[in-house]
């Protein structure tokens, strides 16, 4: 089993930043990508940003491209969502998660493990 914890959420205006952390832990050698996803009520889970852990490949949704950057720490083994020039539109419960890599397809569908979700909310 593989656990994930995120922290880093929190409220901030329009044009501020947020780093996300995703600390993984547990049969780490059971996935080989880890991703940021977010959600709204109402709305179907969104692929954000993922990274493949072996070659440090990003792939980044065109919503947040330029904005938001995905990184990983293989000695902490946690990575990171930094989220800057933050918009209401980006307000959203974010996920992290782990799985297989499958190429930049950015689908929450081949992701195995799951975070419980860190809210971020974005005021104008």
């Known amino acids: 089993q593989v656990q994930l914890v995120e922290s880093g959420?929190?409220?901030?205006?329009?044009?501020?930043?947020l780093r996300l952390s995703c600390a993984a832990?547990?049969?780490?050698?059971?996935y080989d990508s880890m991703g940021w996803f977010r959600q709204t009520p109402g709305k179907e889970r969104e692929g954000v940003a993922e990274i493949a852990l072996s070659t440090l490949m990003p792939a980044i949704a065109d919503s947040v491209k330029g904005r938001f950057t995905i990184s990983f720490d293989k000695t902490k083994n946690t990575a990171y969502l930094q989220m800057k020039s933050l918009k209401p539109e980006d307000t959203a419960?974010?996920?992290?998660a782990a799985g297989p890599w499958a190429g930049k397809t950015l689908s929450p569908a081949q992701y195995k493990y799951w975070g419980r979700g860190t809210q971020v909310t974005v005021s104008s």
Not at 93 to 96: A, V
């Open 9 to 17: 959420g929190g409220s901030v205006q329009t044009g501020g930043s």
């Open 25 to 30: 832990s547990g049969k780490t050698d059971d």
């Open 93 to 96: 419960e974010y996920y992290c």
